[in-house]
């Protein structure tokens, strides 16, 4: 039993550490994610460029905002995306 809850143990700290992404965009350019597998999901945001980083989300279907924000540099947010949305920053 205690081996059974070792590799449990080790199997979601491994999910953890693999779970995050990290993304480097160029200055002046643009990347769009999206998640189909998830109706509707958060993603935490950090922006280590010392720029400011503009967030939106952007309907999928129509390609219109539906909100966004600029996050100043050095700065932290975590944005909810819902389904049909995509994340462009």
């Given at each position: 039993?205690?081996?059974?809850?070792?590799?449990?143990?080790?199997?979601v700290?491994g999910?953890?550490?693999?779970?995050?992404?990290?993304?480097?965009?160029?200055?002046?350019k643009?990347?769009?994610?999206?998640?189909?597998?998830?109706?509707?999901?958060?993603?935490?945001?950090?922006?280590?460029?010392?720029?400011?980083?503009?967030v939106?989300?952007?309907?999928?279907?129509?390609?219109?905002?539906?909100?966004?924000?600029?996050?100043?540099?050095?700065?932290?947010?975590v944005?909810?995306?819902?389904?049909?949305?995509?994340?462009?920053l």
């Amino acid at each position: 039993m205690k081996k059974v809850v070792i590799i449990i143990g080790i199997l979601v700290a491994g999910i953890q550490l693999f779970a995050k992404e990290k993304i480097d965009i160029p200055a002046l350019k643009a990347v769009e994610l999206t998640y189909d597998e998830f109706a509707n999901y958060d993603v935490k945001i950090s922006n280590k460029s010392g720029k400011e980083v503009t967030v939106s989300v952007v309907d999928d279907e129509t390609r219109k905002q539906v909100s966004g924000f600029g996050l100043g540099p050095f700065g932290n947010a975590v944005v909810s995306i819902a389904a049909g949305n995509i994340l462009k920053l």
